[in-house]
Antibody, heavy 127, light 112 residues
């Protein structure tokens, strides 16, 4: 089935960095990827990027390129997402989600869904 | 503004049927990429509701169903219950730029 457990909430200042962890259990970590999705207060879901649990390959949304660093530690089945140069509008709940990274060669894109999701980590950026 | 367009809100009385639309374009839903739906109860993480246009994971009641046609998809909920009150999001892949996951803006379902 699988379960993802995230680290606790963080309060940080503009310009700083934050690192959120996501520990996986109940499945083979290297057989899947992890996507990171954030949700600003009262807003919808926004995909940030994914990382392969198999080889550490990453891909991020253009908006976050250069500011987000995703890593994994396969020895502990844990994924990490670090966001740098934080601004007040980065205040959000950050979720990790298991991502099968199932590439469809005909459609030339991914077709899988996210399941399960972590419980979320609230990151507050405030001076 | 979300790549996939959803109505901000829908409502219905207990027992009624409601539908939530998700409108995309030729680079995502219209290109053939499947649509997935998530339910987010207040204060909780999103939960997979429908995968691959119309597949219900184990444990999801058959009151929930999905469909896709052209550049749009829909989520239908029949026999509406109070516990269905939640936010619903559609998701698909968009192959523009370098390709990325896209979500709808979300629809708040109110059970009257």
């Amino acid at each position: 089935q699988g379960q993802l457990v995230q680290s606790g909430g963080e309060v940080t200042k503009p310009g700083a960095s934050v690192k959120v962890s996501c520990k996986a259990s109940g499945y083979i970590f290297t057989h899947y990827g992890i996507s990171w999705v954030r949700q600003a207060p009262g807003q919808g879901l926004e995909w940030m990027g994914w990382i392969s649990g198999y080889n550490g390959k990453t891909n991020s949304a253009q908006k976050f390129q250069g500011r987000v660093i995703m890593t994994t530690d396969t020895s502990t089945s844990t994924a990490y997402m670090e966001l740098r140069s934080l601004r007040s509008d980065d205040t959000a709940v950050y979720y990790c989600a298991r991502d099968l990274l199932e590439w469809d060669v005909v459609l030339n894109g991914y077709t899988n869904w996210f399941d399960p999701w972590g419980q979320g980590t609230l990151v507050t950026v405030s001076a | 503004q979300s790549v996939l367009a959803q109505p901000p809100s829908v409502s219905g009385a207990p027992g009624q049927r409601v539908t939530i639309s998700c409108t995309g374009s030729s680079s995502n839903i219209g290109a053939g990429f499947p649509v997935h739906w998530y339910q987010q109860l207040p204060g909780t993480a999103p939960k997979l509701l429908i995968s691959g246009n119309n597949n219900r994971p184990s444990g999801v009641p058959d009151r929930f169903s999905g469909s896709r046609s052209g550049t749009s998809a829909s989520l239908a909920i029949t026999g509406l219950q109070a516990e269905d009150e939640a936010d619903y999001y559609c998701q698909s892949w968009d192959r523009s730029l370098n390709g990325f996951w896209v979500f709808g803006g979300g629809t708040k379902l109110t059970v009257l």
